[in-house]
C-alpha cells in the first residue's frame, strides 16, 4: 500500500529513546505480539479482523453463487480477494509490530512482507478500474455486454490485473528499492534510497492517483448514461405494459446498485490517497500520522467488504444465516437452488 516517506513534513521532532537489544527469539517475539495486540491496538486490530471477514466472506459467495457466474462478479470477487490478503497482513504483521520492535534479523521478513502487501494493493486498484469499465459497457452498450465480457475477456483481465502487479512487485527486488513497516511511527514507508523516493513518488503517488482519476471519469459518465436511461425508460413508460415495466425497473435498479458499489469503492480509495499523500503532511503529531497512514489505509480496505454486503442481498443473506453459509461449503447444490427472497433480481446480466 502507499506509504509516506519519513521527512520533515510528516514527523515530529520528538526525540525517540533508542530501544535497547531484542534478546528474545524471533518465535516469541512474534508470540508476544500476538498476545498483546488486542489490549495494545484494539482500534485498528478490529478494522483489520472484521474487514477481512466481511471480504473473504464476500469473496467465497460470489464465486459460488450463481448471480456472480459473469465478469462483473469475478473481477469483483479478485477485488474482495485482494482486500482480505491485504488486511490479513495488517493483522498478522503490522499489528503486533505497533507494538513490539522489529528485530534486526526479520528486517529482510520486513522487506518482503511490505512487497507482497503493494503487489494486492495494485491488484485491487486495477480491479476498481476493470469494474468500473464493465459497469460503463454495460450501461452504454448492453447488447454488446456478453460478446465483449466473454469468460475468456474476464480470465485474460485478471491475468493482465496480476501480471502488471507482480510487474511492480518484482522492482522491489533491487536493493535500495524497499518498503517496509516502521515500528517507531507506526507507519508503512518507503527507504530513502533514491529508488525508493522515485517508486514513491512516481508509483505509489503519481500513477495511483491518474488511475483513480480515470475510474472517477468513467464512473461520471456512467451516471449520466445511468441518467439519460431512465429519462427514455419515462418517455416509452406509457407504450410498454405492466409487465415490461416491472422488468425494466427492477434491471434499473440493479444496475443502479452495482454502479454504487463500483462508484463507492472509489471514493473511498481517493479519500485514502488524499490522507496518504496530502493530509499526512499536514499533521503535527505521531498519532494524526498514524491515523492518516496506516489506519486509514486498513480502513479503505475493510471498507470494501462493508461496501460489498451493503449491496448485495445476496452476500448479506448468507453471511448474515450463517448456518446456511457453512452448509453451501459443504454442498455446492445448496448455492445454486437457493431460495431468493423477495425483490432479489438473480438473472445474470
Not at 112 to 126: D, N, P, Y
Not at 171 to 187: A, I, M, T
Request: some cysteine; overall charge positive; proline content about 3%.
Amino acid at each position: 500500500m502507499p506509504g509516506v516517506l519519513l521527512n520533515a513534513t510528516n514527523i515530529t521532532d520528538v526525540v525517540l529513546l533508542e530501544e535497547g537489544p531484542v534478546e528474545d527469539s524471533v518465535v516469541m517475539n512474534l508470540v508476544e505480539g500476538g498476545l498483546i495486540l488486542v489490549q495494545g491496538n484494539p482500534n485498528l486490530f478490529q478494522v483489520c479482523v472484521a474487514g477481512m471477514l466481511c471480504n473473504f466472506l464476500s469473496f467465497l459467495v460470489m464465486i459460488r453463487h450463481k448471480t456472480f457466474r459473469n465478469s462483473f462478479g469475478y473481477l469483483t470477487a479478485y477485488h474482495a480477494f485482494s482486500n482480505a490478503a491485504i488486511l490479513l497482513i495488517f493483522t498478522v504483521w503490522a499489528v503486533p509490530w505497533t507494538i513490539l520492535p522489529i528485530p534486526d534479523k526479520l528486517h529482510w521478513a520486513n522487506l518482503r512482507v511490505g512487497q507482497l502487501s503493494l503487489f494486492f494493493v495494485e491488484t485491487a486498484f486495477h480491479c476498481c478500474l476493470c469494474v468500473s469499465i464493465n459497469r460503463f459497457v454495460t450501461i452504454t452498450f448492453p447488447m454488446k455486454y456478453r460478446r465483449i465480457f466473454t469468460n475468456n475477456t474476464t480470465t485474460g483481465l485478471v491475468v493482465f490485473i496480476s501480471v502488471l502487479s507482480a510487474l511492480y512487485w518484482s522492482v522491489y527486488f533491487k536493493s535500495g528499492c524497499d518498503f517496509f513497516f516502521d515500528h517507531s511511527y507506526h507507519v508503512w514507508t518507503f527507504g530513502s534510497d533514491p529508488c525508493s523516493v522515485w517508486l514513491s513518488f512516481h508509483i505509489d503517488m503519481g500513477y495511483n492517483v491518474c488511475l483513480f482519476l480515470v475510474v472517477v471519469l468513467i464512473d461520471i459518465v456512467t451516471l449520466l448514461q445511468l441518467r439519460s436511461m431512465t429519462k427514455s425508460i419515462l418517455a416509452r413508460k406509457t407504450v410498454i405494459d405492466a409487465h415490461q415495466s416491472s422488468d425494466i425497473s427492477r434491471r434499473q435498479r440493479k444496475e443502479l446498485l452495482f454502479f454504487l458499489q463500483a462508484f463507492t469503492n472509489s471514493l473511498v480509495y481517493v479519500f485514502m490517497l488524499i490522507c496518504f499523500h496530502l493530509i499526512s503532511r499536514l499533521v503535527v503529531t505521531d498519532f494524526q500520522l498514524f491515523l492518516c497512514t496506516s489506519f486509514i489505509w486498513g480502513l479503505s480496505h475493510a471498507g470494501g467488504g462493508l461496501i460489498l454486503m451493503a449491496f448485495n442481498p445476496e452476500i448479506r443473506r448468507h453471511v448474515t444465516r450463517l448456518r446456511d453459509f457453512t452448509k453451501s461449503l459443504h454442498d455446492p447444490a445448496t448455492i445454486t437452488n437457493v431460495r431468493h427472497a423477495p425483490g432479489t433480481a438473480s438473472a445474470r446480466i
